[in-house]
């Protein structure tokens, strides 16, 4: 038996438990892992410094969250919140006189000893629908309340919740903010600046500034939908920690793009994490589950609520991804679900065009990878994206024990494992070894990652 220490809590690994142990693997026996993982390292050296040096700085807890200091009220908004409380409060968007200035309800878990605030956010596009449904699933009966998994009366620090963000993007189901700009490119926002920059400076300055961590739930663009998983700075200690905490298989590393929240927020030293899951104008159930399921892991890693969180059979760990796009148009027909390991040259999808019914177009994977976005909509023109690929050069038996019968990736956040898992969890990095070789990856700066999502 040994120890892992972690500034936050300690995690004892045992030995592997025997294979015909039911509770443990998939619900497919044959797919039950039967050895220890190993560690594989494909990250670029630097940056895999970087990320391990990150691991291993040693944070205090603050002041404010000892015991000894006591448990005040919470104030937002000019109201306060008392210690063992639950309390939704109205927060505009903007400040105006006359005029929409967007109510947004933001319910304030207010425990009844100190420790951490961490804000949980939907709908930063509004039409993006997995994170409102989650966040509300939060706050239901089942999860929420006395003797539930979230319970202010044993509850430690601060939980602050706001199902829509973008309130008029929602109910017009539309990404963008009424002056139709992306709200998250443009944080910290300005107050004197156009729409969306006078909305993001209140959000910034009256929410995010004030908390501790941030949980952003998002999806895919129109037209496409994502794999669950988690997008962080891994290099970035706070959210480093935060993005291992929510029990995910896919962490892809990246800065964020500028303006986006998590970018700005870590440049303040708020821990801040991107949940990707499902696409825009629909609602994935196991995208849904993930993040719920994702919430509670990072809550009991905080030791803000009681309880182990669980963990993954393996992490895979990408600086870097590849886009499968069409070189034609016409009606596309998807062959490969998303969340598929799909082999070089292996055909993904095909393209059809009525008016020239006798031709049909193959799209073949430039390479071996796990497809964590896939297009939905069938109309393509040249040049347009279908798949988002992670490239995969080790850790390939282990990916392959965790798939189905159709070769898509089983998460464990959707299959019925235990709470919690004593297995030691494999980091499998996706960039590269060769670093010589990493033309089309891209940097920690997340240009490819950009174009369509976060």
Known sequence: MSLIWHPLFVVTLTDPVEANDPTVGARRPSKRRRSPLKVVNQIPKRRRKEIEDSGQEETSSPEKWSRRAGQGKHIIERRGVKPGEVRTIPFNLIDSEIGESWSVPITVVHGVRPGPTVTLLGAVHGNELVGPQALTF????????????????????TLRIVPIVNLP??????????????????????????TTQRIAHRIWNKIIKTTDYVIDLHSAASGRTNLPHI????????????????????????????????RISNEFEIGCVTFEGGGANSI???????????????????RMIPGYPSSPRFRLLASGSVW??????GLLDVLAPVGSLIESDEVVATVTDPEHARESVEIRSPS????????????????????????LKRGLSTIRSRLDEDDVLMLSGILEDPIWREDETEDIDL??????????????????????DD
């Open 368 to 391: 071996r990878g796990l497809l964590i976005g896939m297009a939905t909509h069938p109309f393509v023109t040249a040049g347009t994206p279908i798949g988002h690929l992670l490239p």
């Open 138 to 157: 939060l706050q239901s009966n089942q999860i929420l309340g006395e003797g539930k998994a979230i319970d202010v009366n044993s509850m430690s620090g």
């Open 324 to 329: 499968i796009r069409s070189d034609h148009g």
């Open 169 to 194: 993007g929602y109910r017009n189901s539309t990404r963008y903010t009424p002056d139709g700009r992306d709200l998250n490119r443009f944080f910290p926002g300005k107050p004197e600046g156009n």
């Open 231 to 262: 997008r962080a700075n891994l290099a970035h200690p706070k959210s480093g920690m935060l993005a291992r905490s929510f029990g995910t298989e896919v962490l892809l590393d990246g800065l964020g793009p500028r303006g986006s929240l998590r």
């Open 284 to 302: 994935d159930s196991d995208a849904v589950q993930i993040a719920t399921y994702g919430i509670l892991n990072a809550l009991r890693s905080l």
């Open 431 to 452: 960039q590269p070894s060769d670093e010589s070789s990493q033309a089309g990856w891209a940097s920690v700066d997340d240009s490819a990652l950009e174009e369509e």
